[in-house]
């Protein structure tokens, strides 16, 4: 019976090991390449290997590899990633393994980050596979996935913790809000930013409830466009500017405010002519930027024109069929011919729905297509295709409506259609079909297996890896930003938005909850202190909020009868919204800089953070000096302040 890797350091004996993560082989791996892989897992970092725990299965025939790690491999990853922790005063301090024993606690960090990040420090073939060449420098692990010989990679769920989380998030029936700090603990900072946001955000739209009550005490109707023009705008500032404090104070305490910015690695999946990187000293995949260049200018930008030719001619095909619609009714004498109004709207909505989904795909093919050398500057490539797209397909129309058109009754009706049918093709697409999907793949694996009685272990852990891959956060931000989209921009000439929303997103807590622990394999876990360029694309809506609500305020009958009253020509309404519309922009950028991202508390804890982490510093290098001279010193402030040691020969080469 195989056994763990033998644990040297006394101080991290355990009487049982937990399993953190588990890797299937392939099939048909040849036991060479299996032993070979397992020593470079439990190689020691110092030597090129990942230095942590191998359990090889059932027995050395078994294609599952079991992983884990030692308490001072955690600590020493927790370190490395510039983390903060608690001390024995309660402050939040940046952890320091030398100095371990001055904290509470050390968090578990996933040792997927150890494992993705190995490269081969010697060009050599796979064992047992000649055909596989492994060059100096490349990601071992993506080489092997690429090749067939690792077939998963999925952290394993701590059934335990696991039901409580369930019983707390969403199998009980309460007005209590989310355990985020436990959905944090167990899944990650990223999984814990975006349930934190969207229970964020759908509480803030109980203020656009509450205010579309107003209308009814008041007695001037063209009031009513105003209100709710004005308070979209200052909703969504305030809104996004609460939601950044909101996020530091929990950046603070989960310790990942100030992460260490280090010398970031290429994307496993970059590829390139190898060179030796003239800071590390490593070799490393180099590609020209010209060359990256020409392929977006070549590739990138004719598909995403085609896709969004595509999404303009749904639009136009819409219009002439809502025009055709309504021509018909009004000829119409069936009492039935009323559901035929409805049936433009419904029928484009489908259509957007299908484009988005195929736009998707092709927005990453192509992105990968691009290769970007940074996995930051590969996510904000993809976000910014999916962004301009959806917003032309999703908003184009309305905005054609409001701006071209200026029927206010076409615009509430589309939104309407909007709000229902896509929240109704979400749910389904996102809730019903994944498990339903789940429900027949696992009963499928259960009938395979109906003649044993128990299951040992390893079998929990096959069964989780027959569970669907966890798709990421994407498509949920993308799905928040559209709806913020219709409740700022145009939900002031129709109220019901935001109470259609807040329906929605009560469920949609539940129902992702669901998935994410029931559905999908447990994602890995990444340090995160923001949402990232979410935030930039929430505030953009934001901005182009102040230009729509002046504009319907400005076309509607209320306020077009009060310029008639008043003798107003088109040219002083306009120039009238012009200038409403600059107060209100000067009046956004107030608020933004009165409200601080941070709380004034929080600041004075930042700065009495640095402020240690200064004295420990001088303290190290002081000892240092006295110790082993001044060119270790030197040394030692290079890889502290850079988190890399420097290469001089390589520089000067």
């Known amino acids: 019976m195989a056994s763990w890797t033998e644990i040297h350091c006394q101080c991290c004996k355990m009487a049982s090991i937990q399993t953190l993560v588990a890797m299937r082989l392939s099939d048909t ?3 060479e390449a299996k032993k070979w892989l397992i020593s470079i897992l439990e190689t020691p970092s110092k030597h090129g290997g990942a230095q942590i725990l191998v359990h090889p299965g059932e027995d050395d025939e078994d294609n599952i590899l079991l992983l884990s790690a030692t308490e001072c491999l955690l600590m020493q990853t927790t370190e490395q990633l510039g983390l903060a922790k608690p001390d024995h005063q309660g402050s939040m301090a940046a952890f320091s393994y030398r100095n371990r024993n001055n904290f509470l606690n050390s968090a578990a960090i996933l040792i997927e980050t150890r494992i993705e990040s190995l490269q081969i420090l010697k060009g050599t073939c796979l064992p047992g596979y000649p055909e596989y060449r492994l060059y100096p420098g490349q ?30 998030w969403y199998k009980e029936i309460s007005l209590a809000p989310q355990p985020i700090d436990d959905v944090r603990a167990y899944f990650g900072e990223p999984v814990a930013l975006y349930f934190s946001f969207l229970g964020f955000f759908t509480f803030s739209l109980t203020a656009m409830v509450l205010l579309s009550y107003v209308p009814a005490f008041l007695q001037d109707s063209s009031d009513k466009y105003i209100i709710f023009a004005v308070f979209n705008v200052l909703w969504s500032t305030v809104t996004l500017e609460l939601w950044k404090r909101h996020s530091s104070t929990k950046a603070y305490y989960w310790g990942t405010l100030k992460l260490k910015r280090y010398f970031k690695p290429p994307r496993a999946e970059f590829w390139g002519t190898l060179i030796r990187n003239p800071i590390t000293g490593r070799l490393e995949p180099h590609y020209p930027h010209w060359k990256q260049n020409l392929r977006i200018l070549l590739v990138t930008l004719p598909s995403i024109c085609i896709f969004l030719g595509l999404a303009v001619d749904g639009m136009d095909m819409y219009l002439h069929w809502e025009k055709w619609t309504k021509s018909w009714y009004a000829k119409s004498t069936s009492k039935m011919a009323v559901l035929g109004l409805y049936l433009p709207s419904v029928c484009y909505t489908l259509y957007m729905e299908i484009l988005n989904a195929v736009y998707m795909r092709l927005a990453k093919a192509l992105t990968e297509y691009e290769n970007h050398r940074l996995e930051s500057t590969f996510q904000t490539h993809l976000t910014i295709k999916v962004i301009v797209f959806r917003f032309i397909n999703c908003f184009g129309v309305l905005f054609y409506i409001t701006f071209c058109l200026q029927d206010l009754q076409l615009l509430r009706k589309r939104l309407s259609s909007f709000l229902i049918v896509s929240q109704v093709i979400n749910q389904f697409n996102e809730s019903l079909v994944p498990y339903l999907k789940q429900r027949l ?17 390893i079998d929990e852990v096959v069964s989780e890896g027959n569970m669907f891959s966890y798709p990421g956060l994407f498509d949920d931000y993308m799905e928040i930003l559209v709806q913020f989209g219709y409740v700022s921009l145009f939900s002031s000439v129709y109220p019901l938005t935001a109470a259609l929303l807040i329906l929605n997103n009560i469920t949609e807590i539940r129902t992702d909850a669901f998935k994410l622990c029931q559905i999908f394999q447990k994602p890995f876990s990444y340090p995160a202190a923001t949402i990232g360029i979410w935030q930039i694309a929430f505030e953009s809506i934001g901005f182009l909020s102040v230009i729509t609500n002046c504009f319907l305020v400005s076309i509607s009958p209320e306020i077009q009868a009060l310029c008639r009253k008043y003798e107003l020509r088109p040219e002083q309404t306009l120039l009238c919204m012009l200038v409403a519309e600059h107060l209100l922009i000067i009046l956004k950028l ?32 002081d000892k240092a000096s006295t110790t ?14 850079n988190g890399f040691t420097y290469d001089a020969s390589s520089q000067r080469r």
């Open 29 to 31: 791996i040849k036991p």
């Open 139 to 168: 990601h071992l692990v993506h080489n092997l996935r690429k090749w067939g010989i690792i077939v998963q990679f999925y952290p394993v769920h701590d059934k335990e913790q696991l039901n409580h989380l369930k019983k707390r």
């Open 441 to 457: 793949k696992l009963d499928s694996v259960w009938l395979k297996k109906s003649k044993v009685d128990t299951y040992p272990f």
């Open 590 to 621: 107030i608020l933004a800089f009165a409200i601080p991202d941070e709380p004034e508390w929080l600041q004075l804890k930042i700065m009495q953070m640095e402020y240690r982490s200064q004295q420990a510093f001088k303290k190290c290098l």
């Open 628 to 641: 082993n001279g001044y060119s270790q010193m030197s040394a030692m402030e290079g890889n502290i302040q």
